[in-house]
């Protein structure tokens, strides 16, 4: 079964810094790409980041470049979003996902929040 844990969300300040965290279970971690979106009140869920099954490649939204970094550890089998420079627009539910390599569909974490405040 497969299980993805979300941590790390809470309040930030604009312009602070704010690390999530992915506990994946249930998945070959070296054949799957990992990334995170992100839903924000009314909005559709965005692409934020992902890397490729070994790290070696990662896509960015444009919103977000230059600020986010995405990461994997195969050792803890999770993935990671370093959120620097935060904005006011980063207000969202983010989730982690999980795709098998060849496959389309995504496993999901259940979400964190993440709250921008002034």
């Known amino acids: 079964q497969v299980q993805l844990v979300e941590s790390g969300g809470g309040l930030v300040q604009t312009g602070g810094s704010l690390r999530l965290s992915c506990v994946t279970s249930?998945?070959?971690?070296?054949?799957?790409?990992l990334g995170w979106y992100r839903e924000a009140p009314g909005k559709q869920r965005e692409l934020v980041a992902k890397?490729?099954?070994?790290?070696?490649?990662?896509n960015y939204a444009d919103s977000v470049k230059r600020r986010f970094i995405v990461s994997r550890n195969s050792t803890k089998k999770t993935v990671y979003l370093q959120m620097d420079s935060q904005k006011p627009e980063d207000t969202a539910v983010y989730y982690c996902?999980?795709?098998?390599?060849?496959?389309?569909?995504?496993?999901w974490g259940q979400g964190t929040q993440v709250t921008g405040s002034t």
């Open positions: 890397t490729d099954s070994i790290g070696r490649r990662k």
């Open positions: 249930g998945i070959i971690f070296g054949m799957h790409t």
């Open positions: 996902y999980a795709t098998r390599d060849g496959y389309q569909t995504h496993d």
